[in-house]
């Protein structure tokens, strides 16, 4: 099957540094979402970008789509412990498929 | 304003046995999708319902089906249980006609045994 595939698996970073995350995509897409997870607030829906969008923003949140390399990254900014949680991009074209997600840990 | 409700939290089945899922969207949303998270394979979309009708549907067995009533309300359904759908089973809702925007549910945990 294919799958988003988020980049890196696990990521620590110290608190009020900057997270990246990627998502690769296999198949032509018309919207590509992020969600977090952790556990106190369950799974939540973070971020839309269209296919003819290349970067869109959401306050600590930018997301930039890249369709010629069918890649998305999510950048956080001054990262808070509260970011501690799991990220996944979802593609969204005929077949929803979510990636495996990345684990964002953010260190005091 | 309440949120996805989903019941029940919790389920223990044996194998060979058939579960419903329950899924109460929230008021005015009318598109419900479903997903099942394991370790192993991660979050992976079941389908989705707009009005009554099946938009979209993942790449499950056709042991696992749905339907949405017309209260928006949905319902998940897996017969002949296996120990592999022992998963989180998650719904979400949307006031709009699916794609984006969505709202999550706590989900259920369904063990089989």
Known sequence: SQQGEEDPQALSIQEGENATMNCSYKTSINNLQWYRQNSGRGLVHLILIRSNEREKHSGRLRVTLDTSKKSSSLLITASRAADTASYFCEDRDDKIIFGKGTRLHILP | ?113
């Open chain 2, 1 to 113: 304003k309440a949120g996805v409700t989903q019941t029940p939290r919790y389920l223990i089945k044996t194998r060979g046995q058939q579960v419903t899922l329950s899924c109460s969207p929230i008021s005015g949303h009318r598109s419900v999708s479903w997903y099942q998270q394991t370790p192993g394979q991660g979050l992976q979309f079941l389908f989705e319902y707009f009005s009554e009708t099946q938009r979209n549907k993942g790449n499950f067995p056709g042991r696992f089906s749905g339907r949405q009533f017309s209260n928006s309300r949905s319902e998940m359904n897996v017969s002949t249980l296996e120990l592999g759908d022992s998963a989180l089973y998650l719904c979400a809702s949307s006031s709009f006609e699916g794609n984006y925007g969505y709202t999550f549910g706590s989900g259920t945990r369904l063990t089989v045994v």
